[in-house]
């Protein structure tokens, strides 16, 4: 559809704060920023509200508030579309630092990417870290977890992951060759489940293994342990290439 938009007269852009639209976003931009069209005919509505939660009268009043997407975002989508696909994550992340962002919410976007990298001490992201730690006093279900998993997001910096990326990350730490949590599911999900197989898996609670309390007391390191292989933009995050973040003060330190 994108590669007809010379056929209208105008093409709003509508995309709400979380992590995946932005990114959705930063691309659709790059690609206008390279397209011969009159700027003040791509307009854009960016919002911190998810969409599929509103009025259809809200979604009139937020029509209303369209603005043309302008040559300084388009410029800034080009720029942040690069720094993503860069296999250095650090000019990436030093978006949430900038003080002034043309793009509304870019600065989220960069700043909740620092949830993928295994931390110092415990090699677990901030993401599995939550997880650990939501388990410690008592199990709890896939659902439950997500459900306190996006308050807990919401309320620092917005939403980072969909439910199908937090099975996929409760999934791997079920299934790591040193699990750091066990349950009676013995499936990983997959989107074609449904019916009882898919509320099992739901609702079956979690606990924590030993290896999992000794992750999360810091004596053991699931970085060490474990395999570690997955994607931040064109950062490839292995245990040869080992990307972690130093909460502590707040960087990336790169392997070696």
């Given at each position: 559809v994108i590669m007809s938009h010379a056929a209208f007269d105008h093409v709003t852009?509508?995309?709400?704060?979380?992590?995946?639209?932005?990114?959705?976003?930063?691309?659709?931009?790059?690609?206008?920023?390279?397209?011969?069209?009159?700027?003040?005919?791509?307009?854009?509505?960016?919002?911190?509200?998810?969409?599929?939660?509103?009025?259809?009268?809200?979604?009139?009043?937020?029509?209303s508030e369209a603005r043309p997407a302008g040559t300084a975002r388009l410029n800034q989508a080009t720029e942040a579309w690069a720094r993503w696909r860069q296999p250095d994550p650090r000019p990436w992340l030093a978006l949430a630092l900038r003080p002034r962002l043309e793009i509304k919410h870019l600065w989220r976007a960069a700043l909740v990417s620092d949830g993928i990298f295994p931390l110092t001490g415990s090699g677990v992201s901030r993401s599995e870290r939550f997880v650990l730690d939501a388990l410690l006093e008592e199990p709890k279900s896939p659902a439950r977890l997500f459900a306190d998993f996006n308050r807990w997001h919401d309320a620092h910096c917005g939403a980072y992951m969909g439910d199908w990326s937090?099975?996929?990350?409760?999934?791997?730490?079920?299934?790591?060759?040193?699990?750091?949590?066990?349950?009676?599911?013995?499936?990983?999900?997959?989107?074609?489940?449904?019916?009882?197989?898919?509320?099992?898996?739901?609702?079956?609670?979690?606990?924590?293994?030993?290896?999992?309390?000794?992750?999360?007391?810091?004596r053991d390191d699931h970085a060490r342990t474990n395999r570690i292989d997955r994607w931040l933009g064109g950062t490839h995050i292995t245990n040869a290439t080992l990307w972690r973040w130093d909460s502590l003060n707040h960087r990336v330190i790169p392997p070696g």
């Open positions: 852009l509508w995309f709400e704060h979380d992590l995946n639209d932005m990114l959705q976003l930063l691309q659709i931009l790059d690609f206008f920023a390279g397209e011969q069209r009159e700027r003040s005919t791509l307009r854009l509505v960016h919002t911190d509200r998810h969409l599929t939660r509103i009025s259809s009268d809200e979604l009139l009043a937020l029509a937090f099975w996929s990350l409760v999934d791997d730490m079920l299934f790591a060759d040193k699990p750091l949590t066990t349950r009676a599911v013995r499936y990983r999900f997959g989107p074609q489940m449904g019916g009882p197989a898919l509320e099992r898996y739901l609702h079956e609670p979690i606990s924590l293994t030993q290896f999992g309390r000794e992750v999360l007391a810091g």
